[in-house]
């Protein structure tokens, strides 16, 4: 796709984002952000609703604290749970010197359970990954990693529960093949909130060899969830996915 093609689907994306963000929150809408994932694409504005409470597991940019900062807006609260400390740090200062007041940092790694854990760290912090997790890139191998560092680890219901929160509307996971542990690790909140998951899962079980996302969508379902899953990308084993409660 060349750039005037991208700037063209990305501004569509943005509109259709826009106005599933101005609806009721409902089943259409939640409909109509599987629809948006496979098709165009959706952004943080048609994932978010005004004054939403979102848990962001695993960020690494700026930008992306600010966007949902600008989309649940200032009676919404975000929470960014980053397992590197730097990231972490990096971002609470930004946060600080952008005067931004509705967003949390937390600086662990999401898991089913507390405990510590290895982070191997790359170049490129999207990448970042628990060792310890049973999850394998296609393309990726330990050689690439440039370190490690040891890290606390945490469930989002240990982490929901620590900062007394009385909602949550939305969880968004970039894990790194955290996926499944994350949801075990989530479901008094699952069952208490119900929120809407978004989750980017391009990894494969270390032992079956099967898509993790394979795993993710059916462990969802089990806990009560319909799952739209995005549409499928070149080269990758995976790709995104939206649910809902009901």
């Not at 510590?116 to 912090?125: F, K």
């Not at 370190?147 to 968004?172: F, H, M, P, T, Y």
Request: aromatic letters at 4%.
């Amino acid at each position: 796709m060349n750039e005037t093609m991208r700037a063209v689907a990305e501004t569509a994306r943005d509109f259709l984002s826009g106005l599933v963000h101005a609806l009721p929150e409902c089943t259409l809408k939640n409909e109509l952000r599987g629809l948006m994932l496979k098709t165009t694409g959706i952004s943080f504005l048609g994932l978010a609703n005004k004054g939403d409470v979102v848990l962001q597991c695993g960020c690494w940019k700026i930008e992306t604290v600010v966007k949902w900062s600008r989309a649940v807006g200032k009676k919404g609260r975000v929470i960014i749970i980053e397992a590197s400390e730097q990231n972490a740090r990096r971002q609470q200062e930004d946060v600080a010197r952008r005067g931004i007041t509705n967003v949390t940092i937390v600086n662990k790694g999401v898991w089913e359970r507390h405990g510590t854990m290895t982070l191997q760290v790359s170049d490129r912090p999207a990448r970042n990954k628990l060792r310890e997790q049973p999850a394998v890139s296609d393309v990726l191998t330990d050689d690439d990693y440039q370190g490690a560092e040891r890290i606390s680890v945490d469930s989002i219901d240990n982490i929901v529960k620590a900062l007394k929160l009385r909602r949550v509307d939305l969880i968004s996971c970039t894990v790194s093949g955290a996926e499944r542990e994350a949801i075990k690790g989530m479901k008094t909140t699952m069952k208490r909130f119900k929120p809407r998951i978004w989750m980017r899962c391009v990894l494969r079980d270390s032992k079956t060899r099967r898509p993790l996302i394979d795993s993710v969508i059916s462990l969802l379902k089990k806990n009560g969830y319909r799952v739209r899953r995005g549409k499928r990308e070149a080269r990758r084993v995976g790709g995104n996915l939206v649910a809902y409660h009901g």
